[in-house]
């Protein structure tokens, strides 16, 4: 008895131009073949060679086709050594549990197709992680349980449950012995964002009655998105004269953080930094990029001080996890001697200020972030106005200080001839 087993893309034929497909284990035992669904669907170019490509994603959904293939050889394995035939039912079981991926949830179609429908979108991984949490409470409210439980009141539902959720803190946070803390409003607004976009997605393919965010404009807040914290000029040079072990984590922590101060990378973008996209003109590396979270165009110059981080890495980026990317900015900035806990994207906010500040157009810095409008970048001039009305509420001290000298000085104890009498 022989017996093979691969990832196939539509064995079917079914899938249509420019469409998804699904991939399925075939098992073939003496030239009889077996399908089982893998759940996972990409587009025809997506799959090349055995394994999906081209994709934000791909090595994610290359290691779960790696560990469904090494399952399926242990179950037909066992059937083989009990003398059972090929039973496909128990495959599935052996890959999906009880339900297999399009019966998982029964009952619950809009979960079973945001399960299936949000891995064959092309985000990054990052994005795909957030999109797995939305999935995975969706799951635990159990209150979208039909399409037409789409519905202005189970969206409210959902809020409240959100806002009673609690969340882990990070490692740091849980050695000083604190514990966890609720979802913050801007958590739960992005877990709303994920929801409406794909519930819109799923409305315009006539999957359910209607779309209830298209009643809810504005009411879901983000929460206090004009508050950007940023360095100061003492606090940058404080943070850049730095210098851990090279090579440790705190290292590439400090030397990564510098590279976003002088180009207003956003995290996600360092890591795909390739400095091959860049062309040098007049002396000066430029680039007209792609932003990954949101694929707006954005235009890069490299400063002197990011051109020194890189020819420290031969002129690559070097990679590290958000988490532990964090974890140890807030430790260099306690070092530093800066109060405010420092994060990956603060170094974005310092850029965007500290362009303004110097005078560029506002225009420019929103083409510099790559945001997706100017309204995004004009909280930034916002937080400049403020720092200039303290700079001027300083000088009336100083002016309301001297006056109070001069009034003390004019009277008759304070007069310069007062000793002489």
């Known amino acids: 008895m022989t017996m093979t087993r691969t990832i196939v893309y539509d ?3 079914r899938t249509a131009k420019g469409c998804p497909g699904p991939l399925e284990v075939r098992i073939t035992i003496d030239r009889k073949a077996y399908y089982v669904s893998t759940g996972i669907k990409v587009l025809r170019k997506e799959w090349k060679f055995g394994e999906v490509i081209d994709r934000p994603d791909s090595k994610e959904l290359n290691e779960r086709l790696g560990i469904m293939l090494r399952t399926v050889d242990e179950s037909v394995n066992a ?3 009990a003398g059972r035939s090929i039973d496909v ?3 599935k079981n052996a890959l999906w549990g009880k339900k297999s991926p399009q019966n998982e949830n029964v009952g619950s179609p809009f979960i079973d197709w945001f399960a299936e429908t949000y891995v064959t979108l092309h985000l990054s991984p990052g994005v795909l992680s957030h999109y797995r949490t939305v999935l995975k409470r969706l799951r635990a409210c159990a209150i979208f349980n039909k399409w037409t439980d789409i519905s202005v009141e189970n969206v409210y539902k959902f809020d409240a449950f959100l806002h009673g959720l609690s969340a882990p803190r990070n ?3 849980i050695k000083m012995g604190k514990g966890v803390e609720k979802l913050s409003d801007g958590a739960v607004h992005n877990h709303h964002k994920i929801l409406k976009a794909m519930i819109a997605r799923a409305y315009k393919m006539g999957l359910c009655p209607s779309n209830p965010y298209d009643r809810l404009r504005g009411v ?7 508050t950007v914290t940023y360095l100061t000029e003492e606090e940058v040079a404080a943070f850049e004269a730095q210098h851990p072990i090279a090579g440790s984590s705190m290292a590439v922590s400090r030397d990564l953080f510098v590279f976003q101060l002088y180009t207003g ?3 996600g973008d360092t890591q795909v930094f390739d400095i091959s996209n860049y062309k040098k003109v007049n002396g000066r590396w430029v680039n007209v990029g792609t932003r990954i979270k949101t694929g707006v165009p954005y235009v890069s110059q490299l400063l002197p001080p990011a051109v020194e981080v890189l020819e420290k890495y031969g002129m690559q980026l070097p990679k590290i996890e958000n988490r532990v990317y964090n974890l140890c900015l807030k430790a260099l900035g306690v070092a530093a001697g800066i109060a405010t806990p420092l994060h990956s994207h ?8 500290w362009m303004l500040r110097n005078g560029a157009k506002i225009e420019n810095v929103s083409r510099m972030l790559g945001h997706t409008n100017i309204t995004q970048t004009q909280r ?15 000088m009336e001290k100083l002016l309301a200080n001297k006056k109070k000298d001069e009034k003390a000085t004019s009277n008759g104890s304070g007069s310069p001839d007062a000793d002489i009498l």
């Open 346 to 353: 603060m170094a974005r906010h310092t850029f965007a200020t």
């Open 79 to 81: 059937m083989l050594t």
């Open 11 to 13: 064995h079917r034929g």
């Open 171 to 173: 490692d740091a946070e």
């Open 265 to 267: 990378l956003a995290y």
């Open 380 to 394: 930034y001039a916002k937080v400049l106005a403020e720092s200039v009305h303290d700079d001027f509420d300083k």
């Open 89 to 91: 039912s128990q495959l």
């Open 220 to 226: 879901f807040k983000r929460g206090d998105k004009e």
